[in-house]
């Protein structure tokens, strides 16, 4: 009896403790036409924020911030940005960093961007959004007791401006290409293809490398009009480590070396790259994870930016440096992905047996 009461406490804690876990709280802050707007999001009850009335010159998301309680692996904020009448269709869903009961995700000058100097056609338009923690099996979904936080605004066609549904977009599918080099890692390169309307198709993160460096991109573009003229095409990326939120790390930038007319379409334009960058793990600590931060910047003629980010906010790309840098490597990795496994033991026997390592 006692054993089956025992069992029964333990039980109803374990289920207790599981129950514990949520989502408490959440924030966002952002900025309409430069004012800075705090939206708190109750578990229910939240309506629209309808901001109709005004035309949107500029609206920013700037920060969220959630509170969770129990234990709680992972917060992705899910976002959709559409015009009234047309479907909620979640466009992106981000990852955000943890302090303890605290997940936050800051976002740069350059990010966060909804409405960028007012370049979309006349239309209300959403942007809408919920939380989700321990995603998978267990999900614990915190979006106004089923319905989706939304921004109410309004656009008018103003011309100008950044943003990839304004006078410039992503030609189509497969519309830019992104080449990253490196040594000691699995590959020598990686390729990495980008979809007109935000997708990503990627092979996988480069992990453990000794050098690593932007080889070169391919970026494909439509202009509204023939007379819309561009100056300048170029990557921009930064790194920092993982962990950081990298807003103090000032963006660097590669630039196109080659036009030429895409699919004989008058409005299309390729733009390639082809200057490899510095080796980006220069002055990097061994051993420690960072991240590649990359989106493609367009000026026209006219002196408007437009940021083209593959995953609408940002890309990133983690990897580890394993030799180069400024640190201790991990010792005992012979093959450089950053970990003592069963393939550096494979390597070492074939180094014993043949007098020296595969592919020397």
Known sequence: MKKTLLTLVLTMAAIAGAMAQSITSATIIYTFNGEQKRLVCPASGLDDVDLSGTVAENFKINSVL?????????????????KSGDD??????????????????TLGDNE???????????????????????????????????????????????GGGGGQSGNISFYDTNTAALTLSMTGGKESNINYMYNGDGTRNISYNPGGVSSLQISDFTLRLKRASADLEIESVSVQYKVYEEGSDGQDVQWNRMEFTEQEDEGGDILAKKYVGTRATQDLTKGLKQGTTYVLEVMYQVVDKSG???????SSWYSQYRFSVN??????????????????????????????????????
Do not use: C, H
């Open 66 to 82: 959630v509170e969770t309680s129990g234990d709680i692996r992972n917060v992705k904020i899910a976002i959709a940005d559409y």
């Open 88 to 105: 909620d269709v979640e466009i992106e869903n981000a990852p955000l960093s943890q302090r303890d009961n605290t997940w936050y995700l």
């Open 112 to 158: 966060g961007w909804i409405v960028k100097d007012n370049n979309r056609s006349t239309a209300t338009r959403y942007f809408s959004f919920y939380f989700v923690a321990n995603e998978g099996n267990d999900s614990i979904p915190y979006n106004n007791g089923g319905n989706k936080y939304s921004i109410r605004f309004k656009t008018e066609d103003k």
């Open 304 to 310: 408007n930016y437009y940021f083209f980010k593959p």
């Open 323 to 360: 030799g180069g840098g400024s640190g201790e490597g991990v010792r005992g990795d012979l093959n450089g992905d950053g970990e003592v496994s069963m393939p550096d033991v494979m390597f070492l026997i074939q180094r014993i047996l043949n007098g020296k390592f595969p592919d020397e």
